[in-house]
């Protein structure tokens, strides 16, 4: 069995958890089974080469920034090996570009083109562990690039795909994925599976388990994945194309704090605005999530809609001079706002998901603001300061019914 | 005009130390030049790579280990990069292997086979300012490799050679090579011109200004070389095929006190006997300096010969057996010792440099133990304790006289 194994930078911060990941992978190892690890850099590498940077040039250029960064990587994957060196285990480091990663050229948020794993497999037919840098790869003028925070896990994702890897497991901090924040929700439950599509929903909702980018290429790709702890042996969660129904009719309730409402009061009534405000949006390159238009009695519209919550200056910077053309009454955005979901493949055949949320909603005396339905989720825009208390009561309204 | 800038580790030691790096490549640039910079990890941060890599494995691969320190030439072209980008210059940064620097295996210490200065020419075309990750390569098998200690001065020898480059300035924490250690010898001088053999001598004997590998390529190559300083901008001292006579009939003095002295006392006086010490020494890669023979009164003969100090141990190891078998009386070493020499290109047409010396010593009670002289050197050994005292006394008998 080929298994593809990723540690995030908590997971390899010190010597002794590095030593940790080095007793895993060779545990794997030992059994039999063939295993490449992709590391992220240690603990505050990152920030710390980062703040470094900015002291230097708080505006560096984004290229210089990538060739900057891949040293943390570097660094990782060197002392992993070392570690399972130590333990007497046949093992090979490798750097982005050597571990074949082909990427375009948007430096600092690159995306894999392709990857062309020859040395990991010459390096996997020699019977060797096979370490590789997460986040790294090179572009085709030969230049490191980046692939964006939470990179790693597209890395891991990456090589599974193209070694056609049995499984993909990604180690946090967590067990597993779990129906809602643990930390927050004390009733959480961890759920033995769950769909590509349910767990886009939850990692697009902010439930920050795993990278949206590395579980829609695991779906394109069919690689199974699986998230559990570096810390505790013990089963995480399975995500895959079909997951085993457990009798559950959602899979988690997620809240998302990275949001802010966007409002513009007052647009006149004429068709074609809609396409007018959201283009210009679009051409900021700012990702629109929930929309609310609605008519006022005076003849006028009003739109709302939410985007990233850093996003908010930019996408009223894109706006204003066409609602001073049309004569907007104001443009204006609120990042006093949170998102709180629940999601599960389950629902499509369930009427009454979205009113069993509102009435616990109602119940907790949280006020909606904005509603989004799809297929597998349905989401409310909240006061952000009621977030923690409607995912308490959405999932005690679920799951422990 | 191309010129290449080498600066060490403690030249970008941090941000206000990247910053002066910038301003002085971009002055030369601003005069029209182009112009290569070469840089060494900052400050220690080699030094604490180590030092993490010992806590989880004291005995890692020199492959991961070179794979490890590479990363720290990484981050240090990346801040000079976004230093100089940030005073408004073009510039790219490019890791050793991006530069063209091609190396043999031998990790740790790997040796430059050839560079191919690509990219680098690519970049000084397009008016860029290069800067490039001393110390590191990539070898046939693609694998990252470093030059070993001091290696960052070779890197731009070696660029300045394959590019034919105008001027190769290594800037350093001193002015320029001196006529002794300044820091022992106040009246020491700074030399405005010395021959590439009168530098090599110098930096075997411990003057510690350039590495000597750079100086030899530098000699086979005939780049021009500057040892400057890097906090004062005044001219340092050209090291050159022909350099001009200052009247000077020697160039400096040295002390050198990485040196242990091995003594075989009793050995059989037969043919060939020098022979097999020797060749045992040469196979355990120990370099032997200078050599000392005397027959005693009672038929046997004594071998004394000195070796870097770090070596003495595995020396007396590599000769233990062959003294046992041959009956030898005894088999030890000293690192009580330190050599001091003259080096002048000038003293092979003068006569009298060795009792000049000899004479200064005497004056000051130094005794000597053992001498060794070639064509533009005179050294001799002495106790560790009398160095400082016989550099100053020889220094004085020569350049106050």
């Not at 911060?13 to 295993?35: F, K, L, Q």
């Not at 130590?86 to 570009?97: K, Q």
């Not at 986040?135 to 030969?142: M, P, S, T």
């Not at 004569?327 to 009427?351: N, R």
Request: aromatic share 4%.
């Amino acid at each position: 069995m080929l298994v593809v194994k990723k540690f995030g930078g908590s997971s390899v911060a010190n010597a002794e958890r590095v030593m940790n990941v080095a007793r895993i992978v060779t545990d794997t190892y030992r059994e039999g089974h063939d295993v490449v690890v992709v590391v992220s850099a240690q603990g505050d590498t990152t920030d710390d080469l980062i703040e470094k940077a900015k002291e230097i040039n708080p505006k560096g250029s984004k290229r210089e920034m990538d060739m900057l960064l891949a040293a943390g990587e570097q660094i990782s994957i060197a002392l992993l090996a070392m570690a399972i060196e130590n333990m007497g285990f046949p093992v090979i480091s490798l750097l982005g570009w050597q571990a074949g990663f082909q990427t375009n050229s948007t430096y600092s948020s690159a995306r894999i083109k392709r990857v062309n794993p020859e040395r990991i497999r010459a390096a996997l037919d020699k019977r060797k562990i096979v370490v590789v840098a997460g986040f790294q790869g090179l572009n085709r003028y030969e230049d490191v690039t980046t692939l964006g925070r939470g990179g790693s896990d597209t890395s891991a994702v990456a090589i599974a795909a193209a070694m056609h890897a049995d499984l993909c497991q990604i180690y946090t901090d967590v067990e597993g994925v779990y129906t809602a924040d643990p930390r927050k929700v004390p009733d959480a439950r961890k759920l033995q599976e769950i769909t590509y599509d349910e767990m886009l929903e939850l990692a697009t909702l902010g439930a920050q388990v795993l990278n949206n980018r590395s579980v829609e290429m695991a779906k394109k790709y069919g690689v199974e994945l699986e998230v559990l702890s570096s810390m505790k042996a013990v089963p995480g969660t399975k995500v895959k194309e079909v997951a085993k129904m457990e009798e559950m009719l959602i899979k988690g309730v997620a809240k998302d704090t990275n949001v802010a409402r966007v409002m513009i009061v007052g647009l006149p009534d004429e068709p074609g605005i809609a396409f007018k405000i959201f283009s210009r949006v679009a051409k900021a390159h700012i990702n629109v999530d929930i929309i609310l238009q609605s008519v006022g009695r005076d003849g006028t519209k009003d739109i709302t809609f939410t985007v990233p919550q850093d996003k908010g200056d930019e996408a009223v910077a894109a706006l204003q001079e066409y609602c001073d053309m049309v004569g907007a009454k104001s443009l204006s955005y609120d990042t006093s706002v949170a998102k709180v979901s629940v999601v599960g493949a389950g629902m499509e055949t369930h009427e009454g998901t979205a009113s069993l949320m509102f009435e616990a909603l109602a119940a907790a005396n949280v006020n909606i603001q904005m509603i989004s339905t799809s297929e597998i989720k349905v989401s409310v825009l909240i006061a952000a300061e009621d977030a923690d208390r409607a995912v308490s009561a959405v999932h005690k309204a679920f799951f422990e019914a």
